[in-house]
C-alpha cells in the first residue's frame, strides 16, 4: 500500500515539475519534458504491440507440452529440447536455476543442462519478442547466432568435465 | 522497423481472432493487464533517462559510451550489464533509447547480453544451486561469450 502511494507521489512530483518548467521557462525542465515525450512517443509505438505479440504467444502455445517431451533426451534431441524449453522459461536466471534442479532429478545429463543454463539467459522468447520490437531484428539474429552455439560449447565441454569429475548438483 | 512490427500483431491478431474468439480476448487481456503492471516501471525508467539526458553533458556521454569511446564503452557497457539486475523489459527500452541518442550497437549488445548472461547480484542464489567454484566458471565463461559476440556484433554493424 505504501508502495503504492510513493509511485503516486513520484508521477505527480515528476508530473509538476515537467508542468511548472514550462511555466516559468526553467530549461532543464523544458528539455527534459521534451525528451520524455519523445521517449514516450517512441514506446508507445512498440509497446502495446510487443505485449499482444506476448500475450498471444502465452495463450496459444502451451509450457506444459514441451516439458512433457523432455523425456526424450538422447544425443542432440536433449539439447533441441532444453533450447525450447528455454524459450518458454520466465524471468531471469534465478528462475532457470531451480528448473535445471528440476532436470539434474529426472535423470537429464550435465552437459544437457549447462546447455540449458546458457540458453536460458538468452533465448527466452517473451523477451526476444520485446528485443525485436525495440531493437529491431538484425540485433536479435546476430546475437542468436554467436550465443547459441557458443553456450551449446560450453554447455557440452562444461558438463562433460564435470561428469568425469563426478560432479553433484547440490540438492536442497 | 516499427511497420513490421504493426503488421506482424496485426496478422497474427486477426488470424487468432477467426481461429478463437475467447482465447483472443483473454491474450489482450493478459497483454493489457501486464502493461499496465508495469506501466509504473516504464515511467519511472522514462522519466530517469530523460532526465539524465539533459542533466548530463553530451562530450560525457559520448567518451564514455559513444560512438568514440571504443574499447573503455564496452568495459563500461560489461560492467554494468553484469552489476545489474532488470527485466528485459527495462533493458530494451533503454537500448532503444540509446541507439536514438547515437550509441554504438555493439557497446548496447554489451549491456543486454551481460545483463542476460551474468548475475554478479544473484551469484548467491547460483552458488546454492552449482556451488561456488562452478558458479564462477559459469560467470567467466557467460563473460567471454558477452566479448566474443560483442566482437561480432563490431564487424557486422560496425559504429
Redesign the interface.
Known sequence: MRGRYIKIFFVLLFIVFIVLSYLIEYKTGKDTGDAFFHVLVEMLKILPFAFILIGLFEVWIKKETVVKHLGTKSGMKGYFWVLILAGFSVGGLYVAFPLSETLYKKGASLKVIFAFLGFAGIIRIPMTIFEISFLGLPFTIVRLMVTIPLFLLIGILLGSILEKRGFKFKIK | ??I???I??TV??IY?FIKDKA??F???????K??WSMS?L???V??V???L???VPDYTFDSYIGAGSGIKGVIIALGFGSLS?M???VA??I???L??QGVP?YI??AF??SL??I?VV?FP??K????TR?AI??NI??MF?CI??VV??KM??GE
Open positions: 522497423m516499427n513490421g512490427l504493426w506482424l500483431t497474427l491478431l487468432s482465447k483472443t483473454s491474450a489482450l487481456k493478459k497483454a493489457a501486464k502493461l509504473y516504464f515511467f519511472f522514462m522519466a533517462f530523460s532526465f539526458l539533459v542533466i539486475v527485466p528485459g523489459f530494451f527500452p537500448g532503444a533509447a541507439k536514438i550497437l548496447i549488445a543486454t547480453l542476460m548472461t548475475g544473484t542464489i547460483e546454492k544451486f552449482l556451488g562452478i566458471v559459469r565463461l557467460a561469450v566474443i559476440t561480432f556484433f557486422v554493424f
